[in-house]
């Protein structure tokens, strides 16, 4: 079975501060995609890396996949309190018909 | 833009209902997935299709069914609701070979009582 880990589970900063969330596993994942989900919505695709060592930027966003697609980073620069949500990462491929693997995710909260 | 809707936002159903969800989405997409979300356990797959009229089991299918009759809608049923089908379902779908990436929609939080 295919585990994606992310931490920290749970992380409040101060607006302005950077910060830096992970997922890891101990599976090789061909892609891996990162979501933000707001309370009482869907998660909102974000972005995809498929290529190892690539480094995706998505304003103050920048999301890393390692080189041996086991596992990503996202660092936030300047947070703001929009950046407030839960940050799931999930790869694939993680079960039939192009499914994913999910993380738990990590609940970021930024205070203004 | 990709687009997922499902039939409630909220829905409350007493224990022993039939509950059907909805979820229809215009982008033509081949895979179809249902999920549901609860604090701690993240986002669990109960049922996924790959294609009109075929469906596949996911992690949690106990107390489930679903249909696709249409390409864009694939429904799921809750035969008899319990208490213990209180979540947040979330709803997916994503097109063949596009790097897995699935498209959500906006969630049905139900509450059985």
């Known amino acids: 079975t295919q585990l994606l880990e992310q931490s920290p589970q749970f992380l409040s900063i101060q607006e302005g501060e950077n910060l830096t969330v992970y997922c890891n596993s101990s599976s090789v994942f061909s892609s891996l995609q990162w979501y933000r989900q707001e309370p009482g919505e869907g998660p909102v695709l974000l972005v995809t890396?498929?290529?190892?060592?690539e480094v995706k930027k998505l304003k103050r966003l920048t999301f890393q996949f390692g080189d041996a697609r086991k596992d990503s980073s996202l660092h936030i620069t300047a947070a703001q309190p929009g950046d407030t949500g839960l940050y799931l990462c999930a790869g694939g491929p993680g079960g039939g018909a192009d499914g994913l693997t999910f993380g738990k995710g990590t609940h970021l909260i930024i205070q203004p | 833009d990709v687009k997922v809707t499902q039939s409630s936002r909220y829905l409350v159903k007493r224990t022993g209902e039939k509950v059907f969800l909805e979820c229809v989405q215009d982008m033509d997409h081949e895979n179809m997935f249902w999920y549901r979300q609860d604090p701690g356990l993240g986002l669990r797959l109960i049922y996924f299709s790959y294609d009109v009229k075929m469906k596949e089991k996911g992690d949690i299918p106990e107390g489930y069914s679903v249909s696709r009759e249409k390409k864009e809608r694939f429904s799921l049923i809750l035969e008899s609701a319990s208490t213990n089908q209180t979540s947040m379902y979330l709803c997916a779908s994503s097109p063949q070979g596009a790097n897995y990436e699935q498209y959500f929609g906006p969630g049905t939080r139900l509450t059985v009582t």
């Open positions: 890396v498929v290529t190892g060592g």
